[in-house]
Every structure is written in structure tokens, then in C-alpha cells.
């Protein structure tokens, strides 16, 4: 489980980052404007640092004190990634019992301020928690609406971020052995990749993404003996 938790963490950080669960991608949360002195854009690139290095505790222990930074306190833009990068460091740095504390505060908060994005993260989050603990049907529900919210959001990496979790969410249907819809999320990812227009600045993403999708694609065909299917998606 822990490997999937990290595999998350860097999926969101590939494009910006993801619910809880977008780790080295706290790089990947949307930016939030520094103030004239430095004070909270100073402080979370330190704490966002200490995350990257793999210093969760220290990082941990920054985050924590950034809840009661005036900047924070005044703007829920502010206090959602604070609270965002609390739930991505719970787990790693030892405080996984304080998990469910942050993120139903980032629940609450994301959903009284209409926050599309941060809404995705927790229900991405909690997602993947309820699957790992054994409700797998309430974990692909919460993923599935995490995928559907970030649709919403106008960031530019938009479509890189949605297919990493649609990666997720077919190894789940996998690991359920519900390959109709792990195979039905493969193809709406494929999809994704030939028609999406928001995939960040880097030029190659969406080939690239492409070509995972076709591989995932493919492990799946694999999986329900569809060898010609699988042979022939691994070519393409």
C-alpha cells in the first residue's frame, strides 16, 4: 500500500499535484501568489523542499506551523494547500493517524469555498484510502468522482493530471478483477490522450501519456488472454 501511496504522490507531482494524494507533487498544487515580504511563499518553498528532499517530518513540522500563519488564516486558497500538503505528508512522515483529520478539513473547506480542485483531491484521497482498508466499491466511487471534478478545474496541466488517476483507477478495477471496467477506463484514457488539449508545458506529455495508456492497455488485454488485442495495442 505504501508504494501506491508514494506512486500517487509522484503522479500528482508529474503535473501538479493531486489531492492528498499528489506528494512530490506538492510542486504540482497551483501556485499561490507571494506576498510583498515573502511570508507564506518563502515558508511553504522551504517546507516544499524538505517534502522533495524526502525530509517528510521536517517538512511535516512546517506545514503544521503554516496553519497558523496570518496569510493562511486570512485566505482559503492558501489554507487548502497548506492542508493538501498536511494530508500528502501524513502518512510518510509518520502522522497517519492525523490523515483524516486534514483532509476532512480540506473536504469541508474546498466544498464551502467551491473549490473544484481540491475538491478532486479529496475525494481522490479519500478514494484510495477506503480502497486500501477494503470498501473497494466506496474507493472507486470517490476516485471516479475525483477524476470527473478535475475536468472542471482550467489548469493547464489538467489532462496529465486526470490521466494519472485514471492509471489508478483501472489498476483498482484490476486488482478487483472487474476487467470490463478496467479495460472501459483504459480506453476513456486512450481517448484522452488523442483528444485533451491541456498537458502543461511540456511538448512531448501527451505522446508520452498516450503510450502509457496503450501499455496499460495492453497489460489489461493481457490479463483476459486478449493476446492479439494486446499485441496489437503494444504496437501501436
Known amino acids: ?140 466511487y470517490c476516485m471516479n468522482q475525483g477524476i470527473n471534478l478535475i475536468a472542471k478545474t482550467d489548469l493547464e496541466n489538467t489532462d496529465h493530471l486526470i490521466h494519472g488517476y485514471l492509471n489508478i483507477l483501472a489498476s483498482m478495477y484490476g486488482a478487483m478483477k472487474d476487467y470490463d471496467n478496467a479495460l472501459k477506463t483504459n480506453e476513456r484514457n486512450l481517448q484522452l490522450t488523442m483528444e485533451g488539449t491541456r498537458w502543461g508545458s511540456d511538448p512531448n506529455q501527451q505522446l508520452i501519456d498516450r503510450r502509457m495508456a496503450l501499455a496499460k492497455m495492453a497489460s489489461t488485454l493481457a490479463q483476459v488472454k486478449d493476446f492479439q488485442r494486446a499485441d496489437s495495442a503494444y504496437a501501436a
Open 1 to 140: 500500500m505504501r508504494e501506491t501511496v508514494y506512486i500517487i504522490l509522484l503522479v500528482a507531482a508529474a503535473a501538479l499535484t493531486g489531492g492528498c494524494t499528489g506528494g512530490a507533487d506538492v510542486k504540482e498544487r497551483p501556485q499561490t501568489e507571494a506576498s510583498p515580504n515573502g511570508g507564506f511563499a518563502q515558508a511553504m518553498g522551504v517546507a516544499d523542499s524538505l517534502y522533495s528532499r524526502m525530509q517528510f517530518r521536517d517538512a511535516y513540522s512546517r506545514y503544521l506551523q503554516l496553519l497558523n500563519n496570518e496569510e493562511v488564516v486570512n485566505d482559503s486558497e492558501k489554507k487548502l494547500n497548506v492542508l493538501n500538503a498536511l494530508c500528502n505528508a501524513s502518512e510518510l512522515s509518520g502522522h497517519k493517524a492525523e490523515q483524516h483529520k486534514w483532509l476532512q478539513q480540506m473536504i469541508d473547506l474546498a466544498n464551502e469555498t467551491g473549490n473544484d480542485y481540491y475538491q478532486s483531491m479529496a475525494y481522490i484521497t479519500m478514494g484510495h484510502n477506503l480502497f486500501y482498508e477494503g470498501d473497494r466499491e466506496k474507493g472507486v
